[in-house]
Nanobody, 119 residues
Framework: QVQLVESGGGLVQPGGSLRLSCTASRSIFSFIAMGWYRQAPGKERELVASIPNGGIINYADSVKGRFTSSRDNAKNTIYLQMNSLKPEDTATYFC?????????????WGKGTLVTVSS
């Protein structure tokens, strides 16, 4: 089935920057949307950025103005550039892809990459 592989997580100081990557095993045009989610310890999974195919990228209020997502179709890859990182950004970040008909309703997930923001 579809594979999504995240990379780029690690330990970073508050105020620092980090760039996450997610590479899909097939063309990202085959999905109706992709996105980034995160889950902090003891918290619910939350949407960070939604990336509809050909649409406007939307960000959670908590990261708006600090995070920027982009896509490189030739590399089957999406990115999440994270700037001005805060300790509250500490979480496991997951890549998500939503299937297109006839696979509408299918969600594909990466295994996640851990981001730790600490001094």
């Amino acid at each position: 089935q579809v594979q999504l592989v995240e990379s780029g997580g690690g330990l970073v100081q508050p105020g620092g920057s980090l760039r996450l990557s997610c590479t899909a095993s097939r063309s990202i045009f085959s999905f109706i949307a992709m996105g980034w989610y995160r889950q902090a310890p003891g918290k619910e999974r939350e949407l960070v950025a939604s990336i509809p195919n050909g649409g406007i990228i939307n960000y959670a209020d908590s990261v708006k103005g600090r995070f920027t997502s982009s896509r490189d179709n030739a590399k089957n890859t999406i990115y999440l550039q994270m700037n001005s990182l805060k300790p509250e950004d500490t979480a496991t970040y997951f890549c998500n892809a939503k299937g297109m008909s006839p696979y509408y309703g299918m969600d594909y997930w990466g295994k996640g990459t851990l981001v730790t923001v600490s001094s």
